[in-house]
């Protein structure tokens, strides 16, 4: 087959790649190949290099836990090889390679896309497959990102154990990346979750300057929005920063409370720094990155920098693992081979000093991240070969795309974890919370918490199990200190954790969950006190018929208006005898009718008011009650002219007998006073209000007087006429007995006025229910006065005194007023 230059270029770097590895813990042979690729080593500071170079990893820091994830692989594959259900006679085989740089160690990748050593770039993807049907690593997400687009272009599944980044869930970018670790969204939500659970909101967030902190740093800063936490400060670090300078800006900040969400280097030299700072008594929060990390429990003073507080998966031991160590890892001597080839980035110099106890007690973080992994890998590649009982077929048609639609579907228990993930390939969340114990002699990891997401979200922490410095009680990280029941929140400053607290006033209140920053108001028919956090339901006031004075009211004018009834029916029976047209004949018969209809009105004082109890309630009886003043005062003025006016101004006296001046005085001042009740009424009628500002617990329903002009019309007419009544009664102070009105009139005038004095005085300095029924019985007094000091004695006379009803016995006292006034 003829290959361009890139091609030829290519094979031979591959080549010498491929062919130069010998047999030993990096490889084994299989019908399915595998590649893993592991941070046996780090590179701690990168130098810029002006030559074409191979990065060769075996030259750098090393880093044994990145050997234990390796080991995790080979383990899970034995396990699958040996299993006789997963997938019967068919072997899993792997290439395993050393990955230390986040953009150099491509010669690997170079090796996993190849077919038998060779990439053809122009061959059809139906005529070529790699080498690798699926791969897993490597470990961090900047690495991840930089591989990935050549991993994923021909959808080899990429399922990957320590890449976190949000990014890497964009399936249009990355296809084929799969994922057993949860993303940095999960991380996140787990710290603010614990944050909030304690009650903290002045927070600090350092990481590095890499993908993997880059993320969380920004999707910190997005899903703390409307949680109440402030980031006061933010710092993303290079491994030659100045730690020391940072750590001294979060302790002058008052900062208590530590996020650090970067890989262990950065981890590590920011704890030994605030160690050799004696930075005291913080809350250290570590992401899963380093919080199972061995080595810094151990460092000298560390359990005075404070509380440890790390991020980890729930199930960080694996049955069968440890066996497998002490097995592969029994002899030095037997097994320095394994790890002595000095190509392909397959070396490790310091593995076999590596005893089987260092292997186990490193950092398990990942190892069931990459124990799911290749078990990810085997059960998607079982549903794909359609494997049974009975085996695996040979000659099923397989590419390696099929894995990743049957991986998508999966849904399988593993060491008492359910594998599943969603339409991104992320997988389902089972986060502990674990305390470092710092000041043992054995440093402990100590579970206190769990975060689950699966079969629901479930996030709970044991708090007594935190020994907290500050004796017992949660370390204070909060810019100001939190308001009292009551208090609303008034920002200061730029940040919104930051406030002073004002005192909701009354008849309003602050509710936290809705908003901590205002007082809202309460509902018309609620109200509370200064500081409240709920309101409370007004009691609605108003006279009711059942109560005790609206009874004894509504009795006292039932007899009233019997007795109005039984009056005039006397009167009407009795019409031509004197007393009667000595009362005034028909005007007494008016007055009476005017005094029950004024009477009706006082039962319009009981019940929830209405723009009709409004109407009824006064205008009726100020209208009605007025023309029977109207008649009383025309009954006295006539008597006057009767007896002291008629010889003095004949004429005058002809002309009002003539013209009937009395009716045609009473429907005057009745029409004037009439335009001016419709006026009152149309114009600022009485309305129905619901007081809610005289009480603070009630509600009073009552009448409210809109306009006191038109009212006060209303009232002057009434009251001038009353005045008039009182003048002319006085003036015939000395008239025969029988028509001698002046003290009846001036008592039930007295009456009239004083009642409604006082009901005025009341209202004007008195809000209360009790105002109406004061209102009610001055209306029944005032009646009740005419009644009884008008009509019950001449009724009174008619019953028991009918001698005195007679012709005669008037004439008789008409004659001696003639014979008074003569001798005079």
Same mark, same amino acid.
């Given at each position: 087959?003829?290959?361009?230059?890139?091609?030829?270029?290519?094979?031979?770097?591959?080549?010498?790649?491929?062919?130069?590895? @010998?047999?030993?813990?990096?490889?084994?042979?299989?019908?399915?190949?595998?590649?893993?690729?592991?941070?046996?080593?780090?590179?701690?500071?990168?130098?810029?290099?002006?030559?074409?170079?191979?990065?060769?990893?075996?030259?750098?820091?090393?880093?044994?836990?990145?050997?234990?994830?390796?080991?995790?692989?080979?383990?899970?594959?034995?396990?699958?090889?040996?299993?006789?259900?997963?997938?019967?006679?068919?072997?899993?085989?792997?290439?395993?390679?050393?990955?230390?740089?986040?953009?150099?160690?491509?010669?690997?990748?170079?090796?996993?896309?190849?077919?038998?050593?060779?990439?053809?770039?122009?061959?059809?993807?139906?005529?070529?497959?790699?080498?690798?049907?699926?791969? !897993?690593?490597?470990?961090?997400?900047?690495?991840?990102?930089?591989?990935?687009?050549?991993?994923?272009?021909?959808?080899?599944?990429?399922? *990957?154990?320590?890449?976190?980044?949000? #990014?890497?869930?964009?399936?249009?970018?990355?296809?084929?990346?799969?994922?057993?670790?949860?993303?940095?969204?999960?991380?996140?939500?787990?710290?603010?979750?614990?944050?909030?659970?304690?009650?903290?909101?002045?927070?600090?967030?350092?990481?590095?300057?890499?993908?993997?902190?880059?993320?969380?740093?920004?999707?910190?800063? !997005?899903?703390?929005?409307?949680?109440?936490?402030?980031?006061?400060?933010?710092?993303?670090?290079?491994?030659?920063?100045?730690?020391?300078?940072?750590?001294?800006?979060?302790?002058?900040?008052?900062?208590?409370?530590?996020?650090? =969400?970067? #890989?262990?280097?950065?981890?590590? +030299?920011?704890?030994?720094?605030?160690?050799?700072?004696?930075?005291?008594?913080?809350?250290?929060?570590?992401?899963? !990155?380093?919080?199972?990390?061995?080595?810094?429990?151990?460092?000298?003073?560390?359990?005075?920098?404070?509380?440890?507080?790390?991020?980890?998966?729930?199930? /960080?031991?694996?049955?069968?693992? *440890?066996?497998?160590?002490? %097995?592969?890892?029994?002899?030095?001597?037997?097994?320095?081979? %394994? =790890?002595?080839? +000095?190509?392909?980035?397959?070396?490790?110099?310091?593995?076999?000093?590596?005893?089987?106890?260092?292997?186990?007690?490193? +950092?398990?973080?990942?190892?069931?991240?990459?124990?799911?992994?290749?078990?990810?890998?085997?059960?998607? /590649?079982?549903?794909?070969?359609?494997?049974?009982? %009975?085996?695996?077929? &040979?000659?099923?048609?397989?590419?390696?795309?099929?894995?990743?639609?049957?991986? %998508?579907?999966?849904?399988?228990?593993?060491?008492?974890?359910?594998?599943?993930?969603?339409?991104?390939?992320?997988?389902?969340?089972?986060?502990?919370?674990?305390?470092?114990?710092?000041?043992?002699?054995?440093?402990?990891?100590?579970?206190?918490?769990?975060?689950? !997401?699966?079969?629901?979200?479930?996030?709970?922490?044991?708090?007594?199990?935190?020994?907290?410095?500050?004796?017992?009680?949660?370390?204070? @990280?909060?810019?100001?200190?939190?308001?009292?029941?009551?208090?609303?929140?008034?920002?200061?400053?730029?940040?919104?954790?930051?406030?002073?607290?004002?005192?909701?006033?009354?008849?309003?209140?602050?509710?936290?969950?809705?908003?901590?920053?205002?007082?809202? @108001?309460?509902?018309?028919?609620?109200?509370?006190?200064?500081?409240?956090?709920?309101?409370?339901?007004?009691?609605? #006031?108003?006279?009711?018929?059942?109560?005790?004075?609206?009874?004894?009211?509504?009795?006292?004018?039932?007899?009233?208006?019997?007795?109005?009834?039984?009056?005039?029916?006397?009167?009407?029976?009795?019409?031509?005898?004197? #007393?009667?047209?000595?009362?005034?004949?028909?005007?007494?018969?008016?007055?009476?009718?005017?005094?029950?209809?004024?009477?009706?009105?006082?039962?319009?004082?009981?019940?929830?008011?209405?723009?009709?109890?409004?109407?009824?309630?006064?205008?009726?009886?100020?209208?009605?009650?007025?023309?029977?003043?109207?008649?009383?005062?025309?009954?006295?003025?006539?008597?006057?002219?009767?007896?002291?006016?008629?010889?003095?101004?004949?004429?005058?006296?002809?002309?009002?007998?003539?013209?009937?001046?009395?009716?045609?005085?009473?429907?005057?001042?009745?029409?004037?006073?009439?335009?001016?009740?419709?006026?009152?009424?149309?114009?600022?009628?009485?309305?129905?209000?619901?007081?809610?500002?005289?009480?603070?617990?009630?509600?009073?329903?009552?009448?409210?007087?809109?306009?006191?002009?038109?009212?006060?019309?209303?009232?002057?007419?009434?009251?001038?006429?009353?005045?008039?009544?009182?003048?002319?009664?006085?003036?015939?102070?000395?008239?025969? &007995?029988?028509?001698?009105?002046?003290?009846?009139?001036?008592?039930?005038?007295?009456?009239?006025?004083?009642?409604?004095?006082?009901?005025?005085?009341?209202?004007?300095?008195?809000?209360?229910?009790?105002?109406?029924?004061?209102?009610?019985?001055?209306?029944?007094?005032?009646?009740?006065?005419?009644?009884?000091?008008?009509?019950?004695?001449?009724?009174?006379?008619?019953?028991?005194?009918?001698?005195?009803?007679?012709?005669?016995?008037?004439?008789?006292?008409?004659?001696?007023?003639?014979?008074?006034?003569?001798?005079?």
């Amino acid at each position: 087959m003829h290959l361009d230059s890139n091609s030829i270029l290519l094979l031979g770097f591959i080549n010498s790649l491929y062919f130069s590895c @010998s047999a030993s813990d990096f490889s084994l042979d299989g019908d399915f190949l595998l590649g893993g690729l592991f941070p046996l080593h780090e590179i701690d500071q990168v130098t810029p290099v002006f030559t074409p170079e191979t990065t060769k990893c075996f030259r750098y820091t090393a880093s044994p836990s990145g050997f234990q994830m390796l080991q995790v692989m080979r383990f899970a594959i034995e396990e699958i090889n040996n299993s006789s259900t997963l997938l019967p006679n068919v072997s899993l085989g792997y290439e395993l390679f050393d990955h230390c740089s986040n953009t150099k160690n491509f010669g690997s990748l170079l090796s996993f896309i190849s077919n038998n050593g060779s990439i053809k770039p122009k061959v059809k993807r139906i005529n070529y497959q790699s080498d690798v049907i699926a791969l !897993t690593g490597p470990y961090g997400s900047t690495r991840t990102i930089s591989i990935a687009p050549l991993i994923t272009m021909d959808l080899v599944p990429l399922v *990957n154990y320590g890449a976190s980044s949000s #990014v890497l869930s964009n399936k249009l970018q990355y296809p084929s990346f799969v994922r057993t670790v949860p993303s940095n969204k999960d991380m996140i939500n787990m710290i603010i979750h614990m944050i909030r659970w304690f009650g903290w909101n002045w927070v600090a967030f350092l990481g590095s300057k890499d993908a993997y902190s880059t993320d969380g740093l920004n999707l910190f800063n !997005t899903y703390i929005n409307n949680t109440g936490i402030c980031v006061a400060y933010q710092e993303g670090l290079n491994l030659d920063a100045n730690y020391s300078q940072t750590l001294k800006k979060i302790d002058m900040l008052n900062i208590n409370v530590i996020v650090v =969400f970067a #890989v262990p280097q950065y981890a590590v +030299n920011i704890i030994n720094t605030a160690i050799a700072d004696n930075i005291r008594d913080k809350v250290w929060i570590a992401s899963e !990155t380093w919080s199972m990390n061995q080595q810094l429990p151990r460092e000298p003073g560390i359990e005075k920098i404070g509380t440890v507080i790390g991020i980890t998966d729930r199930l /960080l031991t694996l049955p069968g693992f *440890n066996e497998f160590i002490y %097995k592969d890892m029994g002899t030095a001597n037997v097994n320095a081979s %394994k =790890f002595q080839t +000095n190509t392909c980035n397959q070396n490790c110099d310091y593995c076999p000093s590596l005893t089987a106890e260092d292997i186990i007690n490193e +950092n398990p973080s990942f190892s069931f991240a990459i124990y799911a992994a290749i078990y990810t890998i085997a059960h998607a /590649l079982h549903k794909v070969l359609q494997c049974d009982t %009975k085996g695996c077929p &040979k000659n099923t048609p397989f590419e390696p795309y099929m894995l990743l639609g049957e991986m %998508k579907k999966l849904d399988f228990p593993l060491n008492g974890r359910q594998v599943k993930y969603d339409k991104n390939y992320d997988p389902t969340i089972s986060y502990a919370v674990v305390l470092w114990h710092t000041d043992e002699n054995s440093p402990q990891f100590e579970m206190v918490g769990t975060y689950d !997401t699966y079969p629901k979200t479930d996030f709970t922490i044991d708090n007594m199990r935190f020994p907290w410095r500050n004796n017992g009680l949660v370390p204070f @990280s909060n810019c100001s200190v939190e308001c009292k029941p009551g208090f609303a929140r008034q920002p200061e400053g730029f940040h919104s954790c930051c406030f002073t607290c004002k005192k909701c006033p009354r008849n309003s209140y602050v509710d936290y969950s809705k908003d901590p920053y205002t007082c809202f @108001s309460c509902a018309v028919s609620d109200w509370s006190d200064e500081g409240s956090t709920a309101c409370k339901t007004r009691a609605v #006031v108003y006279l009711e018929f059942t109560e005790i004075t609206s009874i004894a009211v509504m009795i006292s004018v039932s007899f009233l208006i019997i007795l109005l009834i039984g009056i005039f029916g006397l009167f009407a029976y009795n019409f031509n005898t004197p #007393v009667v047209r000595s009362a005034g004949g028909g005007m007494c018969l008016l007055m009476l009718l005017c005094l029950t209809i004024s009477s009706i009105s006082v039962f319009f004082f009981f019940g929830k008011p209405t723009s009709v109890h409004c109407f009824v309630r006064n205008a009726i009886f100020a209208f009605f009650f007025t023309i029977c003043l109207s008649c009383l005062t025309v009954r006295s003025f006539q008597i006057i002219c009767v007896f002291k006016m008629a010889a003095q101004f004949p004429k005058l006296h002809g002309l009002w007998v003539k013209h009937n001046g009395q009716w045609l005085f009473i429907a005057f001042s009745s029409f004037i006073h009439l335009i001016s009740c419709v006026i009152w009424t149309t114009v600022s009628p009485d309305i129905p209000i619901a007081d809610s500002w005289t009480f603070k617990d009630q509600t009073l329903l009552m009448c409210e007087m809109v306009n006191t002009i038109t009212f006060t019309i209303v009232l002057f007419i009434s009251w001038f006429l009353g005045f008039l009544c009182l003048v002319f009664s006085y003036m015939g102070r000395d008239l025969p &007995k029988n028509y001698n009105e002046a003290k009846s009139i001036t008592f039930s005038l007295i009456l009239y006025y004083l009642s409604w004095i006082v009901y005025f005085t009341a209202y004007l300095s008195v809000k209360s229910k009790y105002i109406m029924l004061l209102n009610a019985m001055a209306q029944i007094s005032s009646i009740y006065g005419i009644l009884f000091s008008y009509f019950i004695p001449k009724s009174y006379i008619m019953i028991f005194q009918p001698q005195k009803n007679t012709a005669a016995y008037f004439q008789t006292s008409i004659q001696n007023y003639t014979q008074t006034i003569s001798r005079s």
